[in-house]
């Protein structure tokens, strides 16, 4: 027992979710499983997919405005695909050979592969413009 993790204010069973703002979601849902191997898990009336991705949930929903729960609270898809806010990184042993498997399916990166010294890194966006980062860390 003395090597158990403390228990989080969470509770023990706590699942991350990654919520994508997209505006349509059929076309996101068939990038994210296509190119970059995600499994769907649920669809909801056209308006969200959940996905299961490199071990937790992917959930893209349409747009939307205020609810009981989030009252100021819109959701909308980047206005800007160049402002980002949120992004997510994809840690691969490989980045060329994942930069070459994901350019084969379909993926548009914007550069090639970057190597940084200590981390070799390429960024392609979703079709709502999302940034994704692929990067392989370099043992020193």
């Known amino acids: 027992m003395a090597n158990q993790q403390p228990l989080g204010p969470l509770g023990p069973d706590v699942a991350v979710t990654h919520i994508l703002v997209v505006t349509d979601p059929a ?24 996905l299961r991705f490199a071990g937790t949930w992917l959930l893209l929903v349409s747009a939307g405005g205020p609810t009981a729960d989030k009252p100021t609270v819109v959701f909308q898809p980047p206005a800007d695909a160049d402002l980002v806010s949120h992004a997510m990184t994809l840690r691969v042993t490989d980045c060329q050979a ?39 860390s370099k043992a020193s």
Not at 31 to 49: H, K, M, P, Q
Not at 120 to 131: K, S, T, Y
């Open 27 to 50: 076309r996101s849902r068939d990038f994210w499983i296509d190119v970059l191997g995600a499994e769907l898990y649920r669809e909801y009336g056209g308006t969200s997919v959940v």
């Open 98 to 136: 994942a930069y070459e498997a994901l350019r084969s399916r379909g993926a548009a990166f914007l550069t090639p592969p970057h190597d940084w010294g200590s981390e070799i890194r390429c960024f392609l966006r979703d079709p709502d413009g999302h940034l994704i980062e692929i990067s392989q």
